[in-house]
């Protein structure tokens, strides 16, 4: 790995203990990727949290040990100096309004709060969403980010056009210090160049279409880059939120390619670079029935206990598009229903009428966490709706609940009748 002056400064400790082991970790990991150089970074998305158990009891030792060896792998503890760098804090176990809902401790609670109050000390944005891009964070094309979260990651990449791979907690505290992240994966125009073809041949325009697209995609191509064609018209940011995050479910793509949408891929020979599909698949009735299938896999009992929306987290648009079919309705008193939101965009003013009918409905509007990273569902949770497939993907495996899969009429129908009637029409 060839460093600059600078870093080799950092690396040798000129500029404090913290730093060099974060450079030191950055070499190690960079070396074992194969990566040549560092680049410089100035937008970091990763996490700082206390949030279990297992955390709670290492904080006792200070937060101070708790950035040591989490977010540099270094057993010595060393003074967390402020952020390099722009750093914000994603999702993680707690709603730290909601939390006795999820049947988390006082205790825990209070660690998380001290945590926050702690990392925000030295520089750390609490945006606590997997939707950084919602509030605030959003990078603008080609600029180089060190960013966590898979759903996020696809959407940076794909979307927006700036570059990051998918990074933990570990790079991301080191590049938080040090403003440098590994030079290799999608940073390289080269890698991020699309590999497979996708032929859509049905119509895509709504949320759920774009969430069996999504896992479709991501079942065949897995961590290859697709481009699609045959997608007419225009796509709504939930839309690309939705795909992004049931294709990097499926299969583990950060990076996609749709002409016209993604930024550097005016059309499909710029997306391939020139070069041919290694692959070309067909996305027909056929896949799209088996994308649907597949996700409603794990569901037998029609009785629906929770209701899950939001992930990922909803945007202020899809708050009050929820709020609408709500109005005036109450929520089935055999069934929960949780709405998950950044907490930027559930306490805006925009939000903040949208939230109150939800709330009246007897649904709560959550935010900080999900179902799928806390485990955290009402109690006696045995069977799930949600609209997303992400969500569908992941907590049957991570829980054991069975769960249904459709489109948000369906899931908001399920949550006042307490019986899930969805089907692909
Ligand atoms: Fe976000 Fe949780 Fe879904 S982290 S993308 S709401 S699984």
Redesign the pocket.
Known sequence: MRLTEAERAMLDGHYGPAKARAMDLLVRYGEALGAERLVKTKNVAGTVGSATPFMRAYAERGFDAVFSEFNLDSREVVETPPMEVGTCQ??SGIDMRNWQHQGVSRELVETQERSERFFASRGVKMMA???PYQVGNVPVRDEHCAWM????VVYCNAVLGARTNTEGRESTGAASLTGRIPYWGYHCPEMRRATDLVDVRVPVSNMLEWGLLGYHVGEVVQDEVPALAGVCGSAEPAWLKHFG?AASSSGGIEMYHIAGITPEAPDLETAFGGNKPRRVFDYNKNERRSAYENLNSSARDSAVNFVML????VSAEQLVQIAALLDGKRLNGNCALWV?APRDIRDSAQSRAAADTIRRAGAIVMSD?????SRAMPPGTAVVATD?A??AH?LPALTGVQTWFGSLDDCVEAATSGRWSGELR
């Open positions: 994603l999702i969403t997997c939707t979260e898979s759903s996020a995050a939001g992930c990922p987290h998950h966490t999900c179902p799928a990273i997303s992400k969500q992941y």
